[in-house]
């Protein structure tokens, strides 16, 4: 199995403060690889160093078996490593569909506008956004405004997609849907490198969770083998009986 | 070598005025992120503020400055609520243009008033002759007064409620009317603190030279020169930044011709802006 | 073809043929010279609209372009004895090329500071442009009677100069509207929203910048080249009028920003208003009185301008109007 995304040795620094200390990982073609860790944990910081947001002060990371450390967000998206924003980032005065086209024609395929106009009709029905493709994205609710990070992402034809919370603030009948929209995307072959505090999403998604905390690696493995490691319990979980419980659930 | 050093010692007096003129811009800049573009304007209003009420009332100019200060804060109070309290938290095109559109009002009507004529005010201070160098009276008074207004301004900013209020909304405007600080109120005072502040630095520069009603354009100019060189919303780094342009003014007029000043002025503004958008003297946290 | 079903297409010939056809036919030269301005006009805002409408840069120097053209231009064609339209085509290119360069620095700033470079841009050029002795220093360059020789003369010059304008206004016109359609033009678009949002979804966005700040100069030098060639004398003064930038903005906020149709149409109406209100006894002396007041009041209560206005209010219009 050759990994997609292989990190190693990653580490950031902000003043005094090590956000991210170095942390290795990969994930294989087509995995889905959960990231939990309390908040502050450097997680989102995680991200932007493998989309090329932050520099990394030193470590490599490998995609698809070329060097991407270091490059500039537009070239990693184009190179195939989609990402969605924690907090939403619509482009606010352009439809839901403009914001799909503008996903398709600076992706991976660097699609024509007719071909990332079709792309992008496409992908909002599948994440069911079809009945709001030509309203303006300020005017989406939040649960639809996270539905369209994930489709812009998507119409990037991505091999690697990082998902920054997009279950956090969704009631649970929206967050039912949207994770039928997840196993949709990994059933075509996407990996998922995915940020999510809701365990259990995190638990019935994940072949493998990694856990971080203070920028550092604690602990990695099965969703089961982790929620399980008294280390992950004592610094995120908190009570062993929601680790149980999660775990009879996983 | 002597003439340099005489030509850099008037230079730093005028930059005592630039950096008055720059600290009502910066002030505005730094409590609202707005680029104020009625300054010029404003600065002009305060030129016919103290030519009217010394030629027709009498008096010294420099007693004329505290009216002028106060009809200055009024003038900022209706700018104020006329054009900028509704774009505030709009793109900063709309406020540039707000603020635009107002400098235009302002501009038109003095055009038309007073026509765009060379006006001069008729009294002269004397100065100090030291060897066959004179420094005017005027340009002296000009900098201590500018120097005093400054400073009662920094001690205002530190020392009084209103002025710690309008750091805190300079700081972080929703915190702190969760504070309990009408932000609306010392946005308000802020602005017009700013105007007040162009108007009585437009008032010294007619006791220093003759102008007109455009005169004021060129100080606003001047006034972004500082500005950036002092850090966008850094009243204090402002009066540094204006004494570092009179100094260069004064350091450069022996060697080139005077046509050559604002081509190394402007290249050095844009320069300055690329290489350190938050000013020279930017300590790390300045907005 | 599905061009030519285009309503824009056919906005955009009659808008020429009308400036063209009216003073053509009738030899009418006062009409001439309105229409004249008005062309400059759109020029300029429609060609402003691509940084400030499509890419969400104000440039409140944008003026610097229009006579940096008009100074190329006189040169290339007084000093150097060159022929009208070469001369404004590499002026154009000349400037074009100095604005790429020009935009790889400044573009690193967003919001007011960039707002800000732009204006010490101008003021630089005009300053140094004033000491180049080459081009006349303060005073300027005129142009002697005998340029206009090779175009038959004064008068017949003056008429091709119109058309040749008219001609980059059709230009400007079909730029704005090819780009606005184009894929560059919806990486621009995602650059006005969130620049590093676009930066994500896979848009360069320092490429994009500076080639838009680039071309956005390319027609309006052109035009600047042409309108001091008519003038007949050029000088920084004149040639780096920030009110005209200015102007060139409140035009298109006038008619809506973003939009093809709003940036002429703004330019057309400001022109017109600005010609009436100096004729008018009454209001020549508050003139800029009364186009402050207006632009005010369209900045604090219609921000779409006209175009914006009339697309809120019937929604089917918009895709007509572009």
């Given at each position: 199995m050759t990994a997609l995304l292989e990190v190693t040795d990653l580490s950031i620094q902000f003043g005094g403060l090590r956000a991210v200390s170095e942390v290795d990982f990969s994930l294989a073609e087509g995995e889905i690889l959960g990231l939990i860790g309390p908040n502050g944990a450097g997680k989102s910081t995680i991200f932007n160093l493998i989309n090329g947001v932050l520099p990394p002060s030193s470590g490599r990371i490998l995609f698809g078996g070329v060097d991407i450390t270091g490059w500039a967000p537009y070239r990693v998206v184009r190179h195939g490593l989609a990402r969605t924003h924690q907090i939403v980032r619509p482009l606010n005065d352009m439809s839901v569909l403009e914001n799909c086209v503008v996903g398709g024609c600076f992706g991976r395929d660097n699609l024509t506008l007719a071909a990332a106009r079709h792309k992008a009709a496409a992908v909002i029905e599948e994440v069911g956004l079809g009945e709001h493709r030509a309203v303006l994205a300020r005017h989406l609710t939040i649960a639809h405004k996270k539905r369209l990070e994930i489709a812009r992402a998507l119409c990037a034809n991505p091999r690697l997609l990082l998902l920054d919370e997009v279950l956090a603030g969704l009631n649970p009948t929206e967050v039912a849907r949207m994770i039928e929209v997840l196993k949709a995307i990994r059933r075509q072959g996407v990996a998922i490198l995915m940020i999510e505090h809701l365990m259990q999403a995190i638990m019935s998604l994940s072949d493998r969770v990694m856990v971080l905390n203070f920028g550092r690696k604690l602990a990695e493995g099965t969703p089961a083998a982790v929620v399980n490691d008294p280390a992950v319990i004592e610094a995120y979980l908190g009570t062993p009986d929601a680790a149980h419980k999660l775990a009879g659930e996983g | 070598m002597f003439g340099v050093i005489a030509s850099m010692v008037d230079g730093l007096l005028l930059g005592a005025v630039y950096g008055l003129a720059a600290i009502g811009l910066t002030l505005i800049w730094g409590v609202m992120n707005i680029i104020n573009l009625t300054h010029g304007a404003l600065i002009a209003l305060g030129m016919f503020g103290v030519y009217f009420l010394t030629a027709r009332v009498g008096g010294s100019p420099y007693v004329a400055l505290l009216p002028v200060a106060v009809l200055g804060f009024v003038a900022g109070l209706a700018i104020y609520g006329l054009s900028v309290h509704r774009v505030i938290a709009r793109p900063p095109l709309m406020s540039l243009l707000s603020t635009f559109a107002v400098n235009m009002v302002i501009i038109g009507a003095g055009t038309a008033f007073w026509s765009t004529s060379i006006y001069n005010l008729p009294f002269s201070v004397p100065g100090i002759t030291w060897q066959g160098f004179t420094f005017t009276g005027a340009h002296m008074l000009a900098a201590a007064v500018a120097v005093v207004v400054a400073g009662a301004l920094y001690l205002f900013m530190r020392h009084t409620r209103l002025g710690k209020a309008i750091r805190a909304v300079a700081n972080n405007r929703q915190a702190a009317e969760l504070m309990g600080i009408p932000s609306g109120r010392i946005l308000a005072v802020a602005f017009a603190l700013g105007v007040a502040l162009a108007a009585v630095a437009g008032g010294l520069i007619a006791t220093l030279f003759p102008f007109t009603v455009l005169s004021g354009s060129g100080y606003q100019l001047k006034s972004f020169v500082v500005t950036v060189l002092g850090g966008l919303g850094n009243p204090a780094g402002a009066l540094v930044g204006g004494l570092l342009l009179g100094l260069i003014e004064g350091g450069v007029t022996p060697f080139i011709a005077v046509s050559w000043t604002p081509v190394i002025e402007f290249v050095l503004f844009v320069l300055i802006l690329i290489a350190f958008p938050k000013g020279l003297f930017a300590r790390g946290a300045a907005r | 073809m599905s061009l030519l079903r285009q309503p824009m297409l056919w906005l955009i010939l009659g808008a020429m043929a009308l400036f063209a056809g009216l003073p053509g036919f009738g030899g009418d030269v006062a009409l001439r010279e309105g229409l004249f301005l008005t062309a400059i006009a759109i020029i300029l805002a429609s060609n402003l609209n691509l940084m400030i409408g499509y890419t969400g840069y104000v440039n409140f120097g944008n003026i610097v372009f229009f006579g940096l053209g008009g100074y190329f231009g006189v040169w290339l064609t007084t000093m150097h004895g060159w022929p009208l339209v070469p001369a404004a085509i590499v002026a154009a290119i000349l400037v074009s090329t100095i604005a790429l360069f020009f935009g790889l620095g400044i573009l690193r700033l967003r919001g007011s500071y960039f707002t800000l470079a732009t204006i010490g841009i101008n003021e630089a050029v005009r300053a140094l442009v004033s000491n180049i002795d080459a081009w006349g220093g303060s005073t300027g360059m005129y142009l002697s009677v005998s340029v206009y020789q090779p175009l038959g003369g004064p008068r017949q010059a003056l008429w091709i100069v119109y058309f040749l304008v008219i001609g980059i206004m059709g230009a400007s016109l079909f730029l704005s509207w090819f780009i606005r359609r184009s894929k560059f033009g919806l990486g621009l678009f995602a650059i006005r929203e969130d620049e590093d949002a676009a930066s994500v979804l896979g848009v360069h966005p320092a490429l994009y910048k500076s080639v838009i700040y680039s071309v956005s100069g390319f027609l309006p030098a052109m035009a600047g080249a042409l309108f001091f060639f008519k003038n007949g004398v050029i000088q920084p003064d004149q040639a780096f009028d920030l009110t005209m930038s200015t102007e060139a903005i409140v035009m298109l906020m006038l008619g809506g920003q973003g939009s093809v149709t709003g940036a002429a149409v703004g330019a057309f109406l400001y022109d017109q208003l600005r010609s009436t209100l100096l004729t008018s006894s009454m209001f020549s002396q508050f003139q800029l009185v009364i186009a402050g007041i207006l632009l005010l009041l369209i900045v604090l209560?219609?921000?779409?301008g006209l175009i914006g206005w009339i697309g809120e209010r019937w929604p089917r219009l918009r895709r007509v109007l572009e």
């Open positions: - | - | 209560f219609v921000p779409g």
